[in-house]
């Protein structure tokens, strides 16, 4: 099975930085997404670590260590439009389960000014 | 806009009925997935196909059916409706069928059993 585990709720400043992170403890392996989702409306993809280390894309950076089940989502100068949950998901093994992805239950990221 | 479309994109609905929600992936893709997402639950993997077959499964009740067809449309099947039926479902596409990469999510469809 798979357990996903992040904070429900950040508040964090704008211009300022915020970390969310994720553990995981999964019957199996094969890379972790971070998606973005505003209220009502459907997830866009942020992220995709499968190696360990830090993989960065503007003002986000995702981080990966699979020894420790762990993953960070590091969002950098904060804008009032980064307000929204942000959706930790893993994936299965290849050829196990296709590409399923099992994902946490949300961070909800307030952006105060 | 991810260029996956669902429709319609609002239902509403008395419990014990049936209903059909559709999903056009991106042009390209051969994989599409169906996600369950309520206030409770989180989003919650349903269903993947690959090129018109089944490619994994997850918690999807008995009540519940999809399929692709060959012109890589895909549809879900809900039946004797209940109010805790009443959630997001959302359908995604990627090219592959274990590619790794990201899904890209339609707008979903907003189901309310009354």
């Known amino acids: 099975g798979q357990n996903i585990d992040q904070p429900t709720e950040m508040t964090a400043t704008e211009g300022a930085i915020v970390q969310i992170n994720c553990t995981y403890q999964?019957?199996?392996?094969?890379?972790l997404f971070w998606y973005q989702q505003h209220a009502g409306e459907a997830p866009t993809f942020l992220s995709y670590n499968v190696l360990d280390g830090l993989e960065e894309k503007g003002r986000f950076s995702s981080f990966l260590s699979r020894s420790k089940g762990y993953s960070y989502l590091l969002l950098k100068e904060l804008q009032m439009k980064d307000s929204a949950s942000y959706l930790c998901?893993?994936?299965?093994?290849?050829?196990?389960?296709?590409?399923?992805?099992?994902f946490g239950g949300g961070t909800r990221l307030m952006v105060k000014p | 806009d991810s260029g996956v479309t669902q429709t319609p994109k609002h239902l509403i609905t008395a419990t014990g009925q049936r209903v059909t929600l559709r999903c056009s992936p991106r042009?390209?893709?051969?994989?599409v997935y169906w996600y369950q997402q309520s206030l409770d639950q989180g989003l919650q993997f349903l269903i993947q196909?690959?090129?018109?077959?089944?490619?994994a499964k997850g918690n999807i009740l008995e009540r519940f059916s999809a399929q692709q067809f060959p012109d890589l449309h895909s549809e879900l099947n809900l039946s004797s409706l209940e109010l805790g039926d009443s959630a997001l479902y959302f359908c995604?596409?990627?090219?592959?069928?274990?590619?790794?990469?990201?899904?890209?999510f339609g707008p979903g469809t907003r189901l309310t059993v009354t």
């Open positions: 042009s390209g893709d051969l994989s």
């Open positions: 998901a893993v994936r299965d093994e290849e050829g196990n389960a296709g590409n399923m992805l099992t």
């Open positions: 196909y690959y090129n018109g077959e089944e490619r």
């Open positions: 999964t019957s199996g392996f094969n890379g």
């Open positions: 995604a596409s990627s090219v592959g069928q274990v590619d790794g990469y990201e899904q890209y």
